[in-house]
């Protein structure tokens, strides 16, 4: 297997801290998505879309999107569990892990397309487009920050989780994106500082 990667971007992080809070060695490749290497005729042929992480399989074959991606590798390595045991928790971390994903990467990200120069010839940009994922960012740490309380470790509970991966990879982004995490968020602030001691988080 292979993983087609870009240090910097938000979606690869997630699989890199995945990978290395697992144990897991996959050997990767860097894809200039500034350069629009991800854009070119033969990176398309491994996915369409552009995307990326791209893990290729033994066969030849391609998964294209994170998730797939954590989820396949999971079923092939589930020690240590970071999607849950039983069902009841395995739904709680891909519950969190979507509020994560949707409502914080997301949202940094929709704030990053409509207001960054860099961002400024790839699409129309909307300063009410950036207000709403201002919006939806806030309402979403809010819950999380609930969520995580005063005392929990990792996002999902007592151990590490794919939730904590996702929520890394959109903090990260959003310091990128010069979109500060409020201090008033004292629960998440907390569990940013503390996630980002890990190893994996240096991934």
Request: hydrophobic share 40%; proline share 7%; glycine share 8%.
């Amino acid at each position: 297997m292979k993983v087609y990667d870009f240090v910097g971007a938000p979606n690869p992080k997630k699989l890199r801290v995945y990978l290395a809070e697992k144990g897991i060695t996959i050997p990767c490749q860097q894809v200039n998505i500034v350069t629009g290497e991800n854009r070119n005729a033969e990176f398309l042929k491994k996915n369409p879309l552009g995307g990326l992480p791209v893990l290729e399989l033994d066969d030849g074959s391609h998964l294209t999107e994170s998730l797939a991606i954590i989820e396949y590798l999971e079923d092939l390595h589930p020690t240590p569990p970071m999607i849950g045991t039983t069902p009841l928790e395995r739904a709680r971390v891909r519950e969190l892990e979507r509020i994560c994903e949707l409502g914080v990467l997301s949202s940094v990200a929709q704030i990053f397309q409509n207001t960054h120069p860099f961002m400024a010839g790839r699409f129309k940009q909307s300063p009410d487009a950036a207000d709403n994922g201002r919006t939806r960012l806030a309402n979403t740490l809010k819950v999380l920050d609930a969520t995580i309380g005063g005392s929990r470790k990792f996002v999902a509970g007592s151990r590490p989780t794919i939730a904590d991966c996702t929520l890394l990879a959109g903090l990260e982004f959003a310091e990128f994106a010069q979109v500060p995490l409020d201090p008033a968020f004292k629960n998440v602030t907390r569990w940013y500082a503390g996630f980002k001691e890990r190893p994996s988080a240096q991934a």
